[in-house]
Structures are given as C-alpha cells and as structure tokens.
C-alpha cells in the first residue's frame, strides 16, 4: 500500500526527535451491509475507508497522529505531528525493513463477491419470510448481513513489516413477538473470519426459525425472581461472562496499573479447579483470529488460567515494554484512527468432567441462562451485570417456564472460584461478538455448560425468591 | 482551501443528471486526545480527516457508500456504488428526500471560536487538572484510570439534489476519569465526565472531584436485603434510563412495532410529574445544530407532557407515513452511514425540589450513585433491570453504601412511580445528549441478599 521505502523514510522523521520506537499502521477497509425491517431491505451501505497512523513511543508516552491521504508528503507530516511530542535527541537509525510471513492460514473459500449483493439481500428476505411463517404472533423481523475486510500493513523502526487480511462475514437476526400488548424479542447471529463458505456451515433459515421459537415463547415469561439462586449457564455465548467479569481485568493495562482484581496474582489460585480458561488469537474461521495483531506482533495461544491457578495476563506491545516482556499479542485497535490496546481475542472456559444434563438435574430450584445479552464489568472489584434474553426456571433438576427481566449479578472473582460444575460440552459461540473497550474489537467466547452455586438475579418479583426459600 | 459544499453539490448535480435523487454529505473533522496516567502523558493523538457519503434514492430505493479518498475518480466510483446498491433495495413509497426548507440564522452556540486556538499544552495542563482534582479528593482515591481529555472541531457538509445546500460547523471538549477508590478489603470504581461545546464550560475540578467521590463514597459498601421500596435516582443515572427510554419515543420505534409505547399515544403513561422533551435548537446544546442529518430544520417537540403521551420524534421518512412533518431528528454522527431516527437535546423538565430535599424526604430507601446494565433497559418490552451501588437512606439521612445489589421495574411501572423530579438538570454526554436531574421512584425491587 506505500512504498517500503517510503515507509524507512516516514520512520526515520518521526524519530528526529529521539522517540524509541516509530511505527506505521496503514489499514484499507472496504465494506458492505445490508439490514432489512418491515419486509423491506432498506439500508445498502458500501464503505471504502483507507488512511495511516504514525505512533512514537516516548518513554511512557504513546504520540499519534493519523490521516486519510497516504502520499508520503502527509505521512511525513504525521510523523512531525507525532514527533513532536517527544523531546530527545535524534538517533540516526538504519532501518532495514524485513517483510515477515506468517504461517497462520485463515482462508477465504468462497470470496465474498461470489455471492451477488442481490443473493445476500435475497438471504435476507427469507429470513424474514422463515420467521413470519412460524407463528402469527410474529410481529416485526429485523435481519442484517455484515461483511469487512480490512487490510493491515505494519512497519516499525525496529524493522518490522507484517501484513494482515481479515475477512469478516456476520449475519444478525432479531424476531420480534406480539400478544395482548406484550411484546417479546429474540436476538442472534453467527459469523466467521472467511469468506462465503458460511453460508456452508451455518443455516440463516434455521437462526430465523430458532429466533421466532424462542420470541414466542417468552411472551409467556413471568417476571423473574428477585435475590440469590444457583444459575446453570448454557454453553457457548454463555462464555461472554468470563469475558466480562474476568477476561477484561486479565487485560495488561489494567493488570500493570494495578487497577485489576487479578494483579500480582500470577501462580496463585482464582478458580475453582475444574476452570481451565485460555485466549487462542489463532483459531482459524473465528472472528477474533489474527495474523499479526495491531502492534505487528504474531497472534498466539496464551493459557490464562490452568486448573484454577492464574497463568497469565494478556499483553500488548506498550504494556509489554513497560514491564521489559513480551507481547503475547493481544494488541489490537478499532481501525486506524485509534491506538492500540491489549484486547481479547477468542477468549474461552475449556471442557470439564460433567455431563451437562446431570449439572441441570443437580439444581433443585434455580435459574437457566439459555440465552445472555450483553453485560458489564466493574474491572477493579471484578463486579459484573448481565441482561438474560432468554431464561428458565429450573424445579426439580428439571426446566420449568420461561421467565423476563432477568439481570445476572455477581463478582468475577468470586464465582471463578465458586463455579462448581464444569460440562463437557465445550462450544464456541456462533460468532457475532463484539467487545467495546473505549474501542469496538470482534471477538469470539466459549465454554461448556457451567454451574455457578449463588448468584443474585434482578428481577421484580420478589415472591418467587421467597417462596423458593432464598 | 477546498471548497467542500460545493463539492457536495457537484455530487448530487451528476447523480441527479441520471435520473435519480441524490444526497451528499462531506464532513472535515479534527481531532485531539489527550490521556494522562500519574502525572504523565500516556498518549496524545492528534489528527484530521475528511470523508464523503452519497445517498441515492430511485424509485423509493435507497443506497449508500462512503469514502475516505476525496480524488475525483473515488468521488465517481462512490455514488455510482449507492446507485447500483439502490437497484437491490425493496421500493417504498415513502423514501424520499426532503425538499429545502428556510434555515434559521440564529446563533445555537455551538461553536467555540477559542477551541481551535487552544494550545496543547493547556489541553494537557488540563487534563492532569482533572486527574489531581480526582486523587486529592480523599486519600482512599489510590489511583486513576483513562483520565482523558478530547475534542472535535468539525465542519459539516450536505446538498441534496431538490436544491438544499448547508452547512456549519461545531466544536465538543469533552473528559473523563475513572476513580478508583481502596481502603482495607474495599476496592470501588467511578466515573467523572462532562462535555461542552466550550472548552472554558468544562471544569476540571469538578470531573476529578465527581470521579473520586462517587468512588469513595461506596467504599465498604455492602447488599441489603431484597425487597421493593423507594429508590433516589443520581442524575447521570436517570439519564442513562432517559437514553433508553428515548428509544421508545421514535415514529420508528412505533410504526414497526418495536415500543412498549405503541398504541398509547395520547394516553396517560406517568405520572404528573413527567414532561420531556426533545430539543435540537438547545443554546450551547451538545446535540444542536441548525439542520439535521438530512438537511431538515431542527425544532423543539414536547413528547410528554406531565405524564401524557404528546408526540414523537420523526424524520422525513417517518413523516411521511404518518402524514405530519418531520421534527429535524434525522442525526448523523459522520459521514459512514445514513442518518437514522433519533433524540437531539433530550431531558425531562426539572422540578422544584433541591437534590437535598428529595433525600431528605425519603424514611428508607436507596439512593443509587451509579448502574451497570447492558440490554436489562429494554425499550421494546420494557423490561428495566440494572445492577447498582449507592447509598442506604434510613429517615432522611444517608447512612452507610451499598454495592451488589440489583434494582428492577418495568418502564410503565417506573414512569408512573415517578413521585418526584428535581431541579438539578444535568447534560450527560451519553447517547447524544440526555438532560436528568435527581429523580425519586416508588416500587422499585431491590435485588440483594
């Protein structure tokens, strides 16, 4: 995308003013999405989006400045900008850039313009057609088709220069149900890092038909308890708490400020033994997979906790030179307007011993979290909130009806060290997550059928709790 | 300098010479962050960029694309991309741009003539401002997280080819502070975060100080009992329900079916004490602008008004299958995308009462200090359940924090279990620009223990 040897001389001038490190991030981004509503498609979005960003590393300060025009006229006046936030003495550096190949292989089978745009609106239209025809109290069917691919090249003055490609295909559905003035949704998805062999694996037919079940079903939810009960999470996406409530403050940045539950913990136990949890950046067809990640260094597999016992934390290149390590390459960024910070990748809870069906028949009263919409984390006490989308009451080590309204509340920490049933039924999720941290990432999660002992459900009604004896 | 408006005409000239309608938005943005960490600069970005997006319409077909690369060649390549991706799209009637109305000349103070003169050096002199207001609010704030200061200076574009032609510019200063707060066992998290369209309206004491108090206030904070009582809502958390509330409110959100609202307007939906309105014409409001994101003159809508369902905001599309006028709410937050339907300066009127005295009149109940929720507030059916810490209220007084408890109604339930509305109106510079004071709710269920 420029010139290598543009590159050595726009590295050079941004450490003219004795930066330690200069880098430049050049990304091409093109884009397509489509959404239908009301049996209607109606937004049909192409993007084109290119631009570059010089970052100097100055002792502890990371100096940025990016733009839109790549001739190496504006590139040089980045790496002024950027330059100027350092004040040393320049060093006069060879730079020799050696291209780096990487031996990941995430192929794209089936390129994305195989598909015309009006077979991918025609997807959509039949989904929406799937979802009516299930049930008449279908109301409304949201369905959307997402693809990016985003071209990477990275070059620093240490002579680094990595390439990445990531292709990113994603569907979404959300189904709406209508009864007595009670309205009820269901939302999912499911994606990958590849092109349109998708469509091979993953059926959009059945996500519509799935989304309409589950939609209908919760029009007859009663309102959820409130107060503490065990919760039986349900494999795959459920994997989104441990990224939450746990993931996120094995982050370096919060980790080496000491702003983490988990800091100075490495080697110590902060899980119960049946949790084996690991971040694996090189999973091929996962969204969260990378050649290379956003600082250029490989992407890999990091064992963030074994057997309960903390391993370690996750690492990007300015987190990793502070702390004189390296990077396990969990630096990534939003695009190249943003700088990077340590970031998740596919971040998962490994199998267990138990049979899933036995952890649900273990639960005399309880909670069955099917489906989680999204949560929070509160990194420094490791406090989490999480919406359930689709829950049931379980009675009897038996599911019983759906309930509405559920918030999951806990501590991170805590349950880590408290979940007491690890299933062997380890699944990924479809692929749709996205992570926000300040910065949008893709990401996967994963993890068997959990159960966690206590956990304290929000919902409105009181009674259920009390009449559950909790 | 490149003439940007007339570049964006230029766009719609030739689209529209094929026969078809056409939109052109250009937008020029300057960016600048500042991020301090113990007293040092951790980062620093500073940048321009520019972009172009083209709306097509033909035949109540839309299509879209944008770009970054402004040459002559990509600015063909982009509309002739939104005129071929019109051809997939379903024809409705009611897709159409709309015609150029007179905009007003009135001053909405939205731009400040001093930010582009700011030198960087202050913005970080500020910026550490904010992160020593926050340690020396008390010694059990241990340390900071993502102290930031930003800003966008802006320039915006938009021609269509039924004749409008616009444009203005803006500025935003906005900060934020995480405050992390630790005594023996405790560890507790806030924030402090303001924004302006001026850079002397921030106060850097004032977001430290928020951040470090919020944090240490709930140190040692534990879970009541569960039960359903009287809950004090802290402004930025009534405004962070308001956000999802205004969801409810779009001519979208009811013509397809996705409010709980749907069917009820004219209706008494809260109590009396509830009147909100969306204003996009707001002075010094971080949601104003003379026109909205499709060329349309803003305006000011009351929406409810002491507890009745008055209106609802619309664009042109929605407009036009409701028959009425569109109420300028079309936003756009850049050039990537189309304009979708949402609030601009949205706040429920302030009452009378000082935050003081809604405490005070409270004999036990919870006055929370900040929520953590994603997906629990539900605008389509209306489910409200959020994770949250405060302070216990026991006879007017607030006596010890709480942490790890759960609070959870229903949005009907809370809009009518509104008892009272302070006057402490305040901008919280979260989606869009959502104006709260301290709120008191009846019948909440208190999840705890």
Redesign the interface.
């Known amino acids: 995308m420029i010139p290598e040897d543009t590159a050595t001389r726009v590295l050079a001038a941004a450490l003219d003013t004795g930066g330690d490190l200069a880098e430049i991030y050049v990304e091409d981004r093109t884009s397509l999405s ?1 959404r ?16 570059a ?1 010089v970052r100097v590393l100055f002792g ?9 025009d790549l001739s190496e006229k504006s590139l040089l006046s ?1 790496a002024q ?1 950027a330059a100027a ?1 350092a004040s040393g003495k320049g060093k006069n550096l060879v730079i020799d850039l050696t291209h780096q190949p990487s031996p990941l292989e995430y192929p794209v089978v089936k390129p994305f313009d195989s598909l015309t ?2 077979d991918k ?1 025609q997807i959509l239209h039949r989904m929406d057609e799937t979802a009516r025809g299930f049930d008449a109290h279908v ?2 069917v949201i369905a959307g088709y997402g693809e990016l691919r985003r071209r990477v090249w990275i070059f620093n003055s240490e002579g680094l220069y990595v390439k990445d490609d990531r292709n990113i295909v994603e569907v979404r559905a959300m189904v ?1 149900a ?1 009864k007595n ?5 269901a939302m999912e998805g499911f994606g990958g890092q590849m092109g349109m062999e998708l469509f091979d694996a993953h059926d959009p037919m059945n996500l519509s038909l799935r989304l309409a079940e589950a939609a209908v079903k919760m029009l007859d939810a009663r309102p ?1 308890p ?3 009960m065990t919760v039986v999470m349900d494999s795959g996406w459920g994997g989104v708490l441990f990224h939450e409530a746990c993931g996120h403050a094995m982050e370096a940045d ?1 980790v080496s ?3 983490s ?1 988990y800091t100075g913990m490495v080697g110590q136990r902060v899980a119960s033994p049946f949790v084996t949890a690991i971040d694996d950046g090189t999973i091929p067809g996962r969204r969260g997979s990378l050649r290379f990640d956003d600082d250029g260094t490989p992407a890999s597999r990091t064992v963030l906790i074994e057997e309960g016992i903390l391993k370690e934390y996750m690492w990007d290149l300015v987190e990793a030179r502070r702390m004189n390590r390296d990077s396990t390459g969990n630096g990534r960024r939003q695009s190249f ?1 943003h ?1 990077p910070m340590p970031r998740m990748t596919n971040t998962y809870i490994a199998a267990g011993p138990h049979d899933p069906e036995e952890i649900i028949r273990s639960v005399k009263k309880g909670l069955y979290v099917k489906r989680l ?9 490791g ?5 359930v ?1 689709e829950g049931y009451l379980i009675e009897d080590g038996k599911l019983a009806e759906p309930v ?4 999951l ?1 806990g ?1 991170g920490p805590e349950v880590l060290a408290e979940i007491d049933m690890v299933g062997n039924d380890f699944a990924l999720d479809p692929g749709m997550g996205m992570c926000g941290k ?1 910065q949008s990432a893709r990401v996967s999660v994963g993890q068997p059928t959990v159960r966690i002992p206590r956990l ?7 009674e259920i ?2 009449a559950m004896g909790l | 300098m490149t003439d940007y408006l007339q570049l964006a005409q230029d766009v719609v000239r030739r689209a529209a010479a094929r026969g078809v309608e056409a939109e052109a938005i250009v937008v020029d943005e300057h960016e600048t962050q500042v991020r301090v ?1 113990g007293g ?12 172009l997006g083209v709306r097509v319409i033909e035949g109540g077909r ?8 402004l040459s002559p060649s ?1 600015i063909e390549e ?1 509309w002739q ?2 005129a071929s ?6 024809a ?1 009637e009611y ?1 159409a741009l709309p015609d150029p109305q007179p905009i007003s000349q009135e001053d909405l103070e939205i731009w400040d003539p001093e930010l582009p003169q700011v030198p960087i050096e202050d913005k970080i002199a500020f910026t550490k401002q904010v992160e020593d207001a926050a340690l020396a609010y008390d010694p059990r704030v241990v ?1 900071t ?2 102290c930031t200061y930003q800003d966008v200076i802006a320039h915006i574009y938009l021609a269509n080819s039924r004749g409008f032609a616009g444009t203005y510019d803006r500025t935003v200063a906005a900060s934020f502070i995480i405050g ?1 707060g630790r005594d023996e066992g ?4 806030a924030v402090g975060l303001d924004a302006s369209n001026f850079y002397r309206d921030l106060n850097a004491q004032a977001i430290g100080q928020e951040a470090g108090r919020k944090a240490v206030e709930i140190l040692g904070g534990q ?1 009541v009992q ?3 009582g009287t809950v004090v809502l802290d402004p930025t958390v009534s405004a962070e329900i308001l956000a999802y509330l205004s969801m409810a409110l779009t001519a979208e959100a009811m013509q ?3 409010s ?1 609202l ?2 009820k307007l004219g209706q008494e939906i809260g109590s009396d004490k509830v009147s909100l309105l969306d204003n996009g014409r707001l002075k010094r409001g971080l949601a104003s602008a003379p026109f909205d994101g499709e060329g349309v003159p803003t305006s000011a809508s009351r929406l409810i008004d002491e507890g009745v369902l008055q209106n609802v905001i619309y664009d042109t599309y929605t407009a036009r299958i409701d028959g009425t006028v569109s109420t300028g709410n079309a936003q756009r937050d850049s050039h ?3 304009p979708s339907l949402g609030p601009s300066n949205f706040y429920i009127q302030p009452g009378t009462l000082s935050h003081e005295e809604l405490i005070a009149g409270v004999d036990r109940g919870l006055y929370v200090t900040n929520i ?5 507030i ?1 605008p ?8 949250a810490s405060g302070l216990w209220i026991e006879n007017g007084e607030l006596v010890r924090p709480v ?8 949005l009907p339930d809370l809009l009518q279990n509104i008892v009272a509305v302070g006057a402490d109106l305040r901008v919280v510079p979260f989606v869009g620009a959502i104006g709260a004071p301290t709120i008191r709710v009846e019948g909440m ?5």
């Open positions: 489509l239908l509503e009301d049996s209607k498609l109606e937004h049909a979005v192409r993007g084109k989006d290119r631009g960003g502890p300060l990371a100096a940025y400045a990016y733009t839109d980045a900008a936030a745009v009006a609106a109301s409304q709406l209508q003035g009670v309205i009820q949704r959820a409130a107060g503490e919060f400020k000491g702003s539950a307007r700088l919409g999204g949560g929070q984390a509160d990194i420094a006490k406090d989490f909130v999480f919406s989308t509405r309204g559920a918030t509340m501590n300040g304290t459900i929000g919902g409105t009604d009181e709790a009390g | 960490d040092q600069v951790e980062q620093l970005a500073q940048s321009g960029s520019k972009g839309v299509g879209y694309a944008f770009t970054s690369d990509s982009t991309a939104a991706l019109a051809k997939v799209a379903t409705d897709r340390m997280n993502r992390i405790s560890q507790t998290m879970p569960t039960q359903t397809r079916g996705r709980f749907v069917g990537r995308g189309l953590m929720q994603t997906g629990g539900d389509i059916n209306g489910d409200c359940s959020m994770g942490t790890g408890v759960t609070v959870a109604t229903t269920t208190i999840g705890g223990k």
